[in-house]
């Protein structure tokens, strides 16, 4: 982290280390994905259908992780998870193979390891105080999030 001095905490701007953390987290997971040859989006897919072992609607799936994103590259990841051989489709249901199982569990295991990796020297209620104030701050400016 940049050794500069800065303006204590509570006088910094919220949206700055939103967008920053944000943007450092996204950056290490996609790396992280990728050095096992998986999007991200494509691990939002794998763990939606670990959810759903005997299927799932597909617009279920695009509707429920499209926040993350936007709906089309959700629908690209599932179309990559099907070319990869991760995902079958019947009719409007698809649910993972063996393949994607596997992948599932081997990209599951990366994600605790970085959940870990970004709780250091946090505990579980300062995160919960985190994510109550920035779901705070999102209504308190007129808007709403959801996440799954």
Not at 32 to 58: I, K
């Amino acid at each position: 982290m940049e050794t500069r001095p800065m303006q204590p905490p509570a006088r910094q701007p919220l949206g700055f280390w939103t967008v920053r953390a944000g943007e450092a987290i996204g950056r290490r997971t996609r790396s992280a994905l990728a050095d096992l040859g998986v999007t991200q989006p494509e691990w939002w897919v794998l763990h939606q259908l670990s959810l759903h072992p005997a299927g799932v609607g597909r617009t279920d799936v695009v509707d429920t992780i499209g926040p993350n994103d936007t709906p089309a590259v959700i629908a690209e990841a599932i179309a990559s998870a099907e070319r990869n051989g991760w995902l079958v489709a019947d009719g409007g249901s698809i649910r993972a193979t063996a393949s994607g199982a596997e992948v599932f569990a081997r990209c599951a295991a990366l994600q605790a390891e970085l959940q870990a990796e970004r709780m250091r020297g946090i505990t579980e209620a300062e995160l919960a105080t985190t994510i109550t104030v920035l779901q705070r701050t999102i209504e308190n400016v007129g808007s709403d999030a959801w996440h799954w």
